[in-house]
């Protein structure tokens, strides 16, 4: 057993969460549960990053104050992770004083280190990346992603000395094959660095909101550099209570592309400034896409995405937690972009769930509940389903290792589609009562209990009540996957009833 700390990043406060915030989020809880269920010591963190121009701007622009706007908001993504039972161990703010102890502790580091140092900083800025660009890397003076008009900005500015890192983060990167993944991504941090690194301003005084410099209080620290900070304010850095060295470097940081320079290049080098360890592992995902369109907040200010039909608690309250859960976890592998369709919702929800495994369940149910005495029978050692299960059991396992929770459900659901041949060829609907219907509904059973375990990361509620209406004492997620994923466990302690369908079809329009 390990330890396992994962991340989210944290979600800027200028609007309300929506599906692509989901993504990362629902993505990394997967991953912390199913670290939890191997028995590791797990800590999941999420939170929101609260300073910064474009935070203040949204908070202007809404007629408040910016500790109101970000209190508001901050609150709704709480309230979004809630409705999709989101397991993180703590939520962190960056406006909390906890964060600006920890970032002025930190900075003030590398400041004691040498690494910082005051220029004038000419250049242009996009807002809605709060990032900066040069004119060759833009259009034409415009926002590359976004498309907006960047800012011509002129500061007296502290800069960081990132270009002393070249060297020690290839040579990092080529000690750790594994420090980015997928390897498409790693590449590009790697080239990305070996194309020469240059310094960057990291203070402001054109805005105060913002975490003080400590040296200088004329400055607030530019918002990447106090947000990357997040993930070691929230174990305590600077702070006596700390539990850094429990949790640092066994950081997993899951991020969305367009942020791996922050991730991949910053903070690996701000670390070493400091005398830490860089993070473990950072593992870039896609985005979810409509319309071939990246799915964000801003776009949505500025009318080219309607977001308000896509909120994540409209999804939950259409489809069910459990099935919004499944299919952002299902649909693409964790690494390439991915179509989002409330169509595709709707078809993953009649297939994968309805059809295989809420018919599986049911199915099983009834045939124990009207044939077997309402109780379920036992596995046999050397059922056909044994292998699959067991192949299923490594799939998964391999699957959620290489933060890949597509193929760890694909590995899951072979063992559902397995099971529902077996029955088909044995059609237990058919059979007498007897040893020989007892034996292949103990192996169905048993099938089912493996899935219940092997889907919870994904699908913790629906696996939760399959554990039960199976007629087992407990939770699927009770004894450690090493513990309970051998075959021939099943042991049912109540009866087994019919039960209403777990996902009753969705009828699709068209
Ligand atoms: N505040 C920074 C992160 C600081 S971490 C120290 C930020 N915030 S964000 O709200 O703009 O994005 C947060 C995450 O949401 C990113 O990983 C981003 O990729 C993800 N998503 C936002 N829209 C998305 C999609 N349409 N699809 C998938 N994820 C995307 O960046």
């Known amino acids: 057993m390990g330890r396992f700390y994962i991340t989210t990043p944290i979600y800027y406060t200028n609007d309300a969460p929506h599906v692509g915030s989901a993504y990362s989020t629902v993505n990394a809880d997967a991953l912390a549960r199913w670290h939890r269920l191997l028995g590791d010591d797990t800590k999941f963190l999420t939170g929101t990053d609260e300073h910064g121009q474009k935070v203040s701007d949204a908070a202007r622009k809404n007629g408040a104050e910016p500790q109101e706007w970000v209190a508001q908001t901050s609150l709704r993504f709480r309230e979004a992770w809630d409705a999709l039972n989101i397991s993180y161990d703590d939520f962190i703010r960056t406006t909390e004083p906890r964060h600006h102890q920890s970032v002025q502790k930190f900075l003030g580091a590398i400041y004691d280190n040498g690494f910082i ?46 270009s002393a890192f070249e060297d020690r983060l290839l040579e990092y990167y080529d000690q750790h094959p594994s420090f980015v993944t997928p390897e498409t991504k790693r590449n590009e941090a790697y080239s990305f660095i070996k194309g020469g690194l240059k310094d960057i301003s990291i203070t402001r005084t054109s805005i105060s909101w913002g975490v003080k410099v400590p040296w200088d209080d004329q400055h607030v620290f530019y918002v990447w550099y106090d947000a990357l900070i997040n993930y070691l304010t929230a174990i305590g850095y600077g702070r006596d209570d700390g539990e850094v060295e429990a949790w ?45 369109q990246k799915l964000s907040k801003t776009m949505a200010a500025e009318g080219g995405v309607k977001l308000t039909d896509i909120a994540p608690v409209s999804l939950t309250n259409e489809f069910g937690v459990d099935p919004v859960r499944y299919y952002l976890l299902r649909e693409t592998s964790l690494g390439n972009d991915g179509e989002f369709s409330l169509e595709g919702i709707a078809h993953r929800y009649n297939t994968d769930l309805a059809n295989n495994l809420g018919n599986l369940v049911s199915r099983v149910c009834t045939v124990v509940a009207t044939k077997c005495g309402g109780r379920g029978p036992l596995a046999s050692n050397d059922s056909v389903l044994r292998s699959v299960a067991e192949g299923a059991v490594r799939g998964a396992t391999e699957g959620w290792e290489k933060f890949n929770p597509q193929s760890a459900l694909e590995a899951t659901w072979s063992l559902i589609g397995a099971t529902n041949a077996y029955l088909e060829e044995h059609a237990p609907w058919k059979m007498e009562s007897g040893v020989e219907l007892d034996a292949v509904m103990g192996d169905a059973l048993e099938a089912i209990r493996l899935v219940a375990i092997l889907a919870s990361p994904a699908m913790p509620a629906v696996c939760d009540e399959i554990w039960r209406r199976i007629g087992l004492a407990g939770t699927p997620t009770e004894s450690v996957l090493s513990v309970s994923s051998s075959w021939g466990q099943y042991r049912g302690v109540g009866a087994i009833e019919k039960g209403a369908p777990l996902f009753p079809r969705i009828k699709i329009d068209g």
């Open 117 to 162: 140092y005051k220029d004038v900083y000419q250049g242009l800025y996009c807002v809605s990346c709060e990032d900066y660009y040069t004119l060759e890397a833009s259009n034409d003076g415009r926002c590359p992603i976004h498309g907006s008009v960047l800012t011509e900005m002129q500061e007296e500015n502290w800069f960081f000395r990132l």
């Open 248 to 292: 640092w470097p066994y950081s997993n940081h899951l991020i969305g592309k367009e942020i791996i320079r922050f991730h991949c290049v910053w903070w690996p080098a701000m670390c070493m400034a400091a005398g830490l360890e860089p993070p473990a592992h950072v593992h870039v995902h896609g985005w979810l896409l409509i319309g071939g």
